[in-house]
Structures are given as C-alpha cells and as structure tokens.
C-alpha cells in the first residue's frame, strides 16, 4: 500500500508531455512519422537524455515528435484515454490535463475537432474509472509576437466558453517564455474575464519576477509554475492575500534548470510564507516523474513532511477549477487525512 493514501492532486499536467511511450511508437511507427531513434528502447533512453535541458525552450523541443503522432481525432481520443487511466491507477482523485488545440491542427484538424476528441477520450476514461475527477483546460500559446498566431489564441479562447462545464473548465498560456513580454498577452485575459472563463498562466518559471505581476494583474486565480515569486517578499504576501496558488512541479523545474537542484527549490521557502502551492508533475512522461515520486523529492530532498503534503494537496483542492459541491468530499477526506498526521 501507498505511503501517501490520502487523495492526490495534480493541477498541472501537459497532454502532449503524458503520454505512454509504447502508444506512442506505435502510432508513429502507423502513421510513418519519422522518430529520432531506431527503436522504442532508444527513444526511451533519448528522451531521458533530453529532459536534462539547458533552458524551458530547449526542454519545449522534445514535444515536436509527440505532437507530429496527436494530428488526429483517433490518437487524441486515445492518449487521452489512456492517461486518465493511469492516473487513476495511481489512484488520483482529481486532475486538470492542459493542451493546446491550435498545435493539434497541422494535419488539418481543426481546434474544434481537437477539444471534442479530448473531451471524447475524458468521456471515455471516466466511464471505466468513475474514481478518478478529470478537467481539461485549453491553453493559448507564446510562439512570439502575439500577431504570429493572434487569431488562433482567440479561437481557443472561445472555444474554452463554448465547452466550460461540459469537460473544459479553465484557460491557460503557455509556450516559449522570454520572446515577448508576457504582458503583450494581456488582451486575451481581458477576454477571458468578460466571458467568465477561469484562468491560469505559465509564469515566473524561466522569467523573472514582473511575470507573475503581469500574471495577477491578469486576474488569474493560479500561476503555473511561479516559483520566482520568492524574489519579491511583498508579492508574496499579494499572493497569499489573494489566494493565488502556484502549480509547482520540482522535477521540471530542475530539469530545465530554473532552479538549481531540488534541495535549493524555494517551494519549501514559499510554503512556510503560507504562499498556497501545490505539487504537480508538468510532463509525467517527458520528466519520467509520477506524483507519487515528487513527493518523495519533496520529503527526501526537499524539507517537507508528510503533513505537508497532505496541506499541498488541500491547497490545489481548494483552488480546483471546479464547483464546491464536486470539491466537497476531497476537502473533507484531506483535512481527515491532515488530523491524523499532525497525531503521528
């Protein structure tokens, strides 16, 4: 049995970055989609190599292989599928999958067809594994100037609308990170608010402090990644006030070399500032991480406890882009969990 029994979380989690490496092979190997390697063994071992990046932007080139395989309805509905029930084998009780339906169109796909074939896989999934809770949220992407794709940012805006509580349940930006300012983006979060569509934002990862400011100005109610936060003590405090949680994910960070190690994270520094921050695995397939693993960088390596965890995971629960009621029952199960491991 499972040290870590309580009910997991994980709010940060790429489509495109979580899939099973055998489904994919054989997808590509289908479609005769040119792979970096000769075998499967050795794409395993490539992408090992590769996840050590020198920067985010260098780590964001090990997506080009998975995205050429995910151009169809069929192979979206599929890696969907198949990593929600693997998630729910690791006995999660809620996450949120993000990914771009623009990157999904170069076969002529349309960003329609590609939500509807996520939603459709999710749909499949959750038939087999009631268990498990699954929102997907829609991101935007920084590929550049914001004229470079302007037109499909928007798209994804309104179709993120058009689907909000039907599966779809937030918005997100991600991407490149340095090109262009993050605060050029901040047109289509105005629009996201005038629709009502929640948001989060990459942020603050790679970028520097201003990033996360731009972020909250946003009017985003969580920060992917964000962990330069700990550079401003007085944005900190902003932060905690305004209950905006920061979607951390160790292994990623390490690996694009953000921060320097696990032990010179600033997580644990943000979590005793009583910054909300929760533990996610970004890319389970790429960083070669469960959750269940970086919660033993966090324990191992990191200065949490156990306890500690358990609060992380309320933290992400609470700030969950789904209604209190569907909440509800994970609250109450954590703050059990949480009573019996401050009596330990």
């Not at 997991?8 to 489509?15: Q, S, V």
């Not at 092979?25 to 390697?37: D, G």
């Not at 962990?227 to 944005?235: A, P, T």
């Not at 696990?262 to 469960?290: C, E, F, R, W």
Request: aromatic share 6%; proline share 3%; glycine share 6%.
């Amino acid at each position: 049995m499972s040290e870590f029994s309580f009910p997991k979380i994980d709010l940060h989690l790429h489509l495109d970055g979580s899939f099973r490496m055998k489904t994919l092979w054989e997808l590509a190997t289908q479609k005769r989609i040119t792979m970096p390697t000769n075998t499967l063994s050795e794409y395993k071992e490539y992408i090992r190599r590769c996840s050590h990046a020198k920067s985010v932007n260098e780590y964001l080139k090990m997506f080009d292989h998975p995205l050429k395989v995910m151009q169809d309805e069929a192979s979206l509905i599929r890696i969907t599928k198949e990593l929600i029930e693997d998630l729910a084998k690791q006995n999660l009780r809620y996450a949120e999958i993000r990914f771009a339906p623009q990157l999904h169109t170069q076969q002529g796909l349309s960003q329609t067809k590609a939500v509807e074939a996520v939603l459709e896989g999710r749909k499949q999934a959750l038939f087999l594994y009631p268990g498990i809770q699954i929102g997907i949220i829609t991101c935007m992407m920084s590929l550049g100037p914001i004229s470079v794709n302007k037109e499909a940012n928007l798209e994804t805006i309104e179709l993120c609308q058009k689907y909000l509580g039907k599966g779809v349940v937030a918005l997100d930006l991600a991407g490149a990170e340095g090109i262009v300012a993050l605060s050029d983006f901040r047109s289509f979060f105005i629009k996201a608010k005038e629709l009502g569509i929640p948001c989060t934002c990459h942020a603050g990862d790679s970028e520097p402090v201003q990033s996360i400011q731009d972020a909250i100005d946003f009017g985003v109610q969580r920060i992917g990644h964000g962990h330069h936060l700990i550079d401003n003590l007085k944005l900190c405090q902003t932060t905690k006030e305004k209950h905006i949680l920061l979607e951390i994910c160790p292994t990623s960070n390490v690996q694009c070399q953000t921060v320097p190690s696990y032990q010179k994270h600033p997580v644990k520094k943000l979590y005793d500032l009583g910054v909300p921050v929760s533990i996610n695995t970004d890319n389970m397939t790429l960083a070669g991480v469960t959750l269940e693993d970086e919660y033993r960088h966090c324990i191992n390596e990191m200065g949490f406890r156990k306890k500690d965890i358990i609060q992380m995971n309320l933290y992400a629960i609470q700030s969950a882009f789904i209604s209190d009621y569907e909440k509800q029952e994970i609250i109450q199960e954590l703050k059990q969990a949480l009573k019996e491991a401050e009596i330990c």
